[in-house]
């Protein structure tokens, strides 16, 4: 398994502001991904994110409203650009050791846009 | 905090009894799922996996059932206790990139 910690783990934020969310792992990791949960719903994932190259966005996500960096094999971040009270969501970080198995998943950031 | 199961099919069991949590998927060539279970506040924790070259997995009080006939997932657990209580999403993963899709989610709701 992997220990994930990932901050803030609640922000509320005004419409129009960004807010930079933090993924860290206790070991390096081969996948990184973001996930977003809407209040009373699955997940969905935004995005994978790539160590030293540009992450790969799902349908309906853009890089311009999510930017993500992932400098390493044990960080990432996601940041959530320009909000509205569309964005109030959790978002999750998830990694996995090796391709094709077990994905582990932080204790998400739970967002709050006024 | 949010609750994640506010407009998700809840399911009532009794402590003690045994629970079945379904979970029917979308992609014929996905060949790899796993059940997570998440609690309030909390991130998706992994309960079990199986992939698409069986069609059953016992883990500790959890078992799985694949059908990829119908393509229904299952989840069994026995003698469910309080601490089971809830929603347990099933996900789905196809080809050779490892995310995920994940299903709606069942809350399961234990009561004494």
């Known amino acids: 398994s992997a220990v994930i910690s990932q901050k803030p783990s609640r922000d509320i934020c005004q419409r129009g502001t960004s807010l930079t969310i933090q993924c860290q792992v206790d070991?390096?990791?081969?996948?990184m991904f973001w996930y977003r949960q809407q209040p009373g719903q699955s997940l969905t994932l935004i995005a994978t994110a790539n160590q030293g190259s540009e992450a790969t966005y799902e349908s309906g996500f853009v890089i311009d409203k999510f930017p993500i960096s992932r400098p390493n094999l044990t960080f990432s971040t996601l940041t959530v650009s320009n909000m509205s009270p569309e964005d109030s969501s959790i978002y999750l970080c998830?990694?996995?050791?090796?391709?094709?198995?077990?994905?582990?998943f932080g204790s998400g950031t739970q967002l709050s846009v006024l | 905090g949010e609750s994640v199961g506010l407009h998700l099919p809840t399911l009532s069991v009794q402590e003690g009894d045994n629970s079945i949590i379904n979970c029917a998927y979308s992609n014929s060539a996905s060949d790899y799922f796993i059940w997570y279970k998440q609690e309030s506040g909390k991130g998706p924790q992994f309960i079990i996996d199986i992939r698409s070259n069986m069609d059953k997995r016992q883990g500790q009080r959890v078992t799985v059932l694949l059908n990829k006939t119908v393509k229904h997932l299952s989840l069994q657990i026995a003698a469910t206790q309080p601490g089971d209580s809830a929603v347990y999403f099933c996900a789905e993963r196809t080809g050779t990139a490892s995310k995920l899709t994940f299903g709606t989610g069942t809350r399961l709701q234990v009561t004494l």
């Open positions: 998830s990694v996995g050791h090796r391709v094709g198995e077990k994905l582990f």
């Open positions: 070991s390096q990791v081969t996948m």
